[in-house]
């Protein structure tokens, strides 16, 4: 079965930086469209970032020029990197992957979910 599976989260300070991975398996990774989304403190769940087969990108306003998503078809992941960090980072993040991906900011077009990796941005 598809499997998603995040890592490198954990504890940051304001201005710092992050890379979080998710490796996917289960899937012809190369085919999907993949994406991050996070959940904040008593927020729902958002979109952040993501990258089509193609690798053509779209990011949220909140995270454009301080965060990058990329991929790795060899190696079945998918990467965000997170730079210029603020406390309002602070969330739950999740991986998805999608084949087709039409409209990559709703949570409805991905087929697939990680479990989630929390980050946490102290001020």
């Known amino acids: 079965q598809v499997q998603l599976v995040e890592s490198g989260g954990g504890l940051v300070r304001t201005g710092g930086s992050l890379r979080l991975s998710c490796e996917a398996s289960g899937l012809t990774f190369s085919r999907h469209s993949m994406g991050w989304f996070r959940r904040g403190p008593g927020k729902e769940r958002e979109f952040v970032a993501a990258i089509r087969s193609n690798n053509s990108t779209i990011y949220a306003d909140s995270v454009k020029g301080r965060f990058t998503i990329s991929r790795h078809n060899a190696q079945n992941t998918v990467y965000l990197r997170m730079d210029s960090l603020k406390p309002e980072d602070t969330a739950i993040y999740y991986c998805?992957?999608?084949?087709?991906?039409?409209?990559?900011?709703?949570?409805?077009?991905?087929?697939?979910w990680g479990q989630g990796i929390q980050v946490f941005v102290s001020s």
């Open positions: 998805a992957a999608a084949l087709p991906l039409k409209i990559p900011t709703l949570r409805s077009a991905y087929d697939y």
